[in-house]
Each structure stands twice: as C-alpha cells, then as structure tokens.
C-alpha cells in the first residue's frame, strides 16, 4: 500500500506522519508517533481500550483510517495531563484504585474526561452511560465509577488536580 503524508494535530502539537491511507489511527499513534498510552484491546472497537478524543468526540482509535483523521486535532491520554500536574481524573483514579492492570485505563479516562466535560455533575447512571463502551475485567467498575464522581466533584470545587 502506498505511503501519504498526513498532518494532525496531537496533544497540541502539529505533526506530519507519513502512512498508508487506510492504516489504523492506533497504530500510526503507537507506532509512527510513540505514543503507547493508547492501548490495543480487541482490535475490533468493542472494549474502549484505545478511546481517544479527536476534534473533542470520544471515539475507538482501532476504527479510524489515518486519512480520515487527517487534518483533527487528537487528544491521547499522553495529553491529558502532565507527571507534575496530573488531570483531577487521572488523581482520582489514584486515590479511588481505578486503575488496576492498566490495559483500559487510559481509555476509562478519556471516556470520563469527555464525559464530565459534557456534564460537570453527572448522576450514577450517567456515569455508567458515559463509560458504557469501556470494559474493564480487574475493577468491577465500582472504583472507577468512584473515581470519576471523585474528579467530578474535585473539579467542580475548583481543587487543582
């Protein structure tokens, strides 16, 4: 297959990479930009494992063509939050134990940070909805569930992360 060269826009900094067309955003992610927070589950867009935000929608980067992400600006769980200052989801999932193995969890908190930028204070039954196509098999959900009604309130009360 063919190479092009696309231009994207990840984690805030514009990027050329060079890929056939119809290769997987995940791989050109992991692969081409280092970027190996974004987790390959099923290969399939059933678990949430390699949920990224492009253009701000949460979306399975294992089904989207590199071509039909060029020119979007891409958010990894690499540009979320910073070793020095973590995202307050990213803190809760510390304090809450909402990361276990760690194969869902990136995606888990881009799927929480989409969700409480969409809605601050989130019920229980929006938060299960919020994450509804992430799976994780470690937790039983309850602390991750925990940790984003956590964050919610951490960012609401304006207490850095």
Known sequence: MSMREFSL??????????APPMARLLDVLRQELGLTGTKEGCGEGECGSCSVLINGELVNSCLVPIAQAAGTSITTIEGV?????????QQAFLQCGGAQCGICTPGMIL?????????????????????NGNLCRCTGYMRIFAAV??????????VPG
């Open 149 to 158: 009604e956590k964050a919610a309130t951490t960012i609401e009360a304006g």
């Open 9 to 18: 826009r990840v984690n805030g900094v514009e990027r050329i990479v060079s």
């Open 81 to 89: 939050g910073a070793h020095t200052k973590l995202h307050p989801v």
């Open 111 to 131: 799927a929480a940070v989409h969700l409480l930028e969409k809605c601050p204070n989130p019920t229980r039954e929006q938060i299960e909805e919020g994450l």
